[in-house]
């Protein structure tokens, strides 16, 4: 999926941004604070930002992604509007998650990990979040369900619509 | 006497609204102007996720399970105002129905002992003075003002207590050889880096008692001579984190972490760091590297971190459940704390019980329980009256065991003896409906997706593994895959580079070894006894099929044909086995074979 990072439009958030890669600048090991923060600001890592971070931090790109690469919890594009995580643990997956995302594929049209074309839902299987006693789970846009069957799935997604 | 009422604030309850519960509660308070005669407060978590939200109300100790904001109201006017029970919130005994009020008699609760856990549900995490309270930083006190940091040591090392993440290291040895390391400047780290599926402890000591495990690291600071210290926390646990946080500043509030605690030469700062998510992070070197803001790839050992970790500079590194334990051992004693355990195993351990049975939950027991106990009496057997099959311990780095060890006495040798391990302590319960290939093949891809790649025999080998393993599940292997399986697995386990290559095929192993028939019914009769297995299935439409064509509707191969009112057929040529008309079919007419 192609998307359009707009610096122009960014600007505001950007200086907050850079602001921040310069206080942190210094400390040791400030490659992946940049990266969470870019994260948590964007969503996803866009291509400029690894470009700001390496002249603030003074290193080069391919170290950025070396690090960013090897963790999977940073992306390199957007999620969707709806953004659908399915806890792939093990508790969750002997209570049926795998069937949860094959009701998702055969809903959307789309695969774990990939986004919609129109940029309106992203599936993504995730690690362990911890809530067992829920299994199987799913958050959607950060809220959690938990004793989630394939059934519930479209009642789920209505509230986001 | 003032009457509190406690709301469970951990994951598994706030997802199921608790927190919406707690307002409610609050503003009821405030309309009925109960303000002096009671309170209402957020908890850790109480364990019993099964049954949550949780309310428990102080002093009578009442236990109120699954409460929903809107039964708010008649606990407020039945129990704080008319001082009677709420009975149909009351927990009831399966099968007897007679209602339990108070927690101390719930069976889930009857063969724990609290230890790690001791103050979740009890305090209110976010406030320190609760911590404090109740007998919190006395012990970071007494070591300061009584103890040398020698002293400590031995009773860290009396006490017997070993590694909670899953290694069982000796902790008053790590503890010593740290301090011996010389150098100007050392690290202490919390490794809650709890990655491994299914395993929720070290969540639950974070989110319902932040402070001992601040208390621990204050102590081993002061021990090895460290003026620095580092949590090593998950990204994915964004409510241990805010607590933690909160904790941290207001123990820096007080003067229990900075420069001169408590008046004395000592000074400690603690900062946290976040996890990106991979699973091999919690290997202590890979963590190291992590922290230091590079690949989390792990490093050939020794030098070990009490030589040489973050930095190059001698570094402690303890799990979280290893830390809870420590403030309890130096005030009350190392005798009160080895009169619990087996001979090698001291202490208590914290189980996350989930899968197929009926209590799922935290549960703390001592070291030495029977596997029986822990799920039959503590965690009511499994769920619908289904057979046991196994349970895995140690996630994916353990193993299965199964019905005939049940009354094997748990502790970190006996489970290494049955081919799996203690690890962080998560147990999965697997019933009939398990497919035992299916699981080697989860945990084997999880591994596999986790791996670095570092090292060949666990980047490249566990890839041919997984390769076999599919090849089962889609009955095209041969007896010969099942002794490669077998071979490839002795190999990665004796060149691997870290444990989480050296334990990756365990799964495998120890499948194989108990369920031997299962994968020779894959390989040899291409049949999958649990119906898991979606090669070596057909669906098919019996004679309960009331032509709805609701199912040809939603097949996304259009392979369901049949007319209005009549019986379909599904066209297993085409079949994709999605399984969608299995789940759509209003009348359950689908089945499996």
Redesign the interface.
């Known amino acids: 999926m192609d998307y359009n990072y707009d610096i122009e439009q960014d600007m505001d958030k950007l200086r907050d941004y850079i602001d921040y890669l310069r206080i942190i600048k210094n400390e ?6 940049a ?2 923060r870019a994260q948590q600001d964007y969503g996803f890592i866009p291509e400029a930002i690894v470009d700001i971070i390496a002249l603030e931090l003074g290193i080069h790109t391919s170290e950025i992604y ?2 960013a690469t ?5 992306r390199f594009e957007p999620k969707g509007e709806i953004d659908i995580a399915v806890c ?4 969750c ?3 049926g998650a795998n ?1 949860i995302l ?2 998702l594929t ?1 809903l959307l049209g789309i695969k774990n990990g990939e986004t919609s074309k129109d940029g309106k839902y992203s599936i993504e299987g ?10 199987p ?1 799913i958050k959607v846009n950060g809220d ?3 004793n989630v069957s ?2 519930d799935i479209d009642k789920i997604l209505k509230k986001y619509r | 006497m003032k009457k509190e009422i406690l709301i469970c604030g951990g ?2 309850c706030t ?2 609204k608790s927190l919406e519960l707690l307002d409610e509660m609050k503003k009821l308070i405030v309309e009925y102007g109960l303000e002096e005669k009671c309170s209402a407060h957020i908890t850790g978590c109480l364990g019993f ?2 049954k ?1 939200p949780i309310v428990k109300i102080f002093p009578k100790d009442t236990f109120y399970t699954k409460v929903q904001p809107e039964d708010a109201r008649e606990i407020i006017e039945t129990d704080i105002i008319k001082d009677e029970l709420v009975n149909r919130l009351l927990y009831k005994l399966p099968g007897t129905e007679e209602e339990i009020p108070s927690q101390d008699d719930i069976p889930f609760y009857k063969k724990q002992l609290r230890i790690a856990l001791r103050n979740c549900g009890i305090i209110n995490p976010e406030v320190i003075e609760e911590y404090i309270g109740y007998g919190g930083y006395l012990a970071l006190g007494k070591c300061l003002e009584e103890y040398s940091r020698e002293e400590v040591i031995d009773i860290i090392k009396d006490s017997g207590l070993r590694g909670r993440g899953g290694g069982g290291f000796p902790t008053g040895l790590k503890w010593e050889f740290t301090k011996n390391s010389e150098s100007d400047e050392k690290y202490v780290i919390c490794n809650a880096d ?7 402890m070290d ?1 639950s000591i974070l989110e319902g008692d932040p402070h001992s495990v601040i208390e621990a690291m204050a102590i081993a600071a002061y021990v090895i001579g460290a003026k620095q210290g580092y949590v090593y926390i998950r ?3 964004p409510l241990a984190i805010e607590r933690l946080g909160k904790a941290i500043e207001q123990a820096r509030e007080i003067g229990i972490l900075g420069d001169n605690i408590l008046g004395t030469d000592f000074s400690f700062n603690l900062g946290m ?7 091999v992070c919690g290997e202590e070197t890979a963590l190291i590297n ?8 792990p490093n050939p050992k020794p030098p070990f971190p009490s030589t040489s970790g973050l ?1 190059g500079k001698p570094t402690l590194i303890n799990n979280v459940e290893t830390y809870a334990n420590i403030p309890v051992i130096i005030s009350k004693g190392a005798e009160w704390f080895n009169s619990v355990g087996t001979e090698k195993s001291k202490g208590t351990k914290v189980f ?1 019980l ?3 049975v009926n209590n ?2 935290l549960v703390e027991v001592p070291m030495g329980t029977t596997l029986r106990e822990i799920l039959y009496d503590i965690g009511g057997g499994i769920q619908k009256g289904r057979e046991f099959k196994a349970v ?1 311990t140690g ?1 994916p780095s353990g193993g299965c065991i199964t019905a005939e060890d049940l009354d094997t006495p748990i502790d970190y040798d006996s489970l290494v003896a049955k081919g799996s391990m203690m690890g962080s302590g ?1 147990m ?1 319960v ?1 019933d009939e409906d ?1 497919c035992m290939v299916d ?1 080697a093949k ?2 084997l891809e999880f591994t596999l ?1 986790e791996s ?1 790649g570092k090292c060949t025999p666990c980047r490249i080998g566990n890839k041919r593994l997984y390769e076999i393993l599919c090849k089962i599940s889609d009955g095209k292997a041969t007896e010969e895959d099942l002794d490669n399986l077998e071979d490839l697995s002795n190999i990665i386990k004796d060149t691997s580079l870290c444990a989480l290559g050296q334990s990756a095929p365990n799964p495998v192993l120890s499948t194989i070894k108990s369920f031997r028939k299962e994968y020779e019914e894959h390989v040899l009769n291409h049949k999958c006894p649990a119906k898991i297995c979606t090669s070596l299935l057909e669906y098919k439409i019996t004679d309960d099929c009331i032509g709805c064509t609701k199912c040809a509707k ?1 097949c ?1 191969a259009k392979c369901i044909t049949g007319a209005v009112r009549e019986v379909h057929v599904i066209d297993n040529t085409k079949c994709i086995k ?3 008309c299995f ?1 759509g079919c209003p009348v359950h007419a689908i089945v499996k074979e």
């Open positions: 040791p090991g400030a490659v992946m604070p990266l969470q070396g690090v090897f963790y999977s919890q940073f792939t643990g093990t508790a997956y002997v209570k069937d094959t009701e055969n995730i690690r362990c979040i911890g809530a067992c006693g829920l299994a789970v959690i369900y938990g394939s059934k | 994951t598994g997802s199921s996720c099964e949550g709890e990655g491994d599926p299914g395993a929720f969540r990204a994915e646990y760091k976040f996890g990106a998510g991979a699973f992590s922290v230091e803001g590079q690949r989390g790839e930095y996350a989930a899968g197929k799922i939950g895995q996630g998560g999965i697997m398990n699981i989860f945990y997706d670095c939603i996304p999605c399984g969608a789940n």
